[in-house]
């Protein structure tokens, strides 16, 4: 018994569908062909991605209490920075050890601020 086939209108572009027809042509297949396969093809991925869903929403919501829980810790580290290179910035020219771990310490904290703010870029 052969499938019930329904027929689909849609509007595009008249270059897009030039080059469509060009690209089928020269591939040996028929527009409506690769049309059904994409359809198929997109209706799987998306009963795929709809079983998911829940996993998704939930794995989103704690990325965004991580995400936001990390901006915080990275405004306390810049906080911190900012102290540190006054403070270091303080330091008498005599002083030039307490300057170098003072700077040492502003470095890694910097460090720390990228790294941070590129773990959710």
Known sequence: ????????????????????????EDEGVSMASVIR?????????????????KSVKI?????????KSVQEIIGLLNDIYSMEEQYRDSIPEHFTQRYEVADHVCEQLSEAISCLEAAFD
Not at 1 to 23: G, H, N
Request: aromatic share 10%; with cysteine.
């Open 1 to 24: 018994m052969p499938k019930e086939m329904t027929q689909i209108k849609f509007t595009i572009e008249s270059d897009t569908v030039t080059k469509f027809k060009s690209r089928c």
């Open 37 to 53: 396969e994409f359809m198929q093809a997109s209706f799987k991925a998306s009963f795929e991605v709809s079983q998911v869903t």
């Open 59 to 67: 794995k989103t919501a704690n990325r965004a209490m991580r995400k």
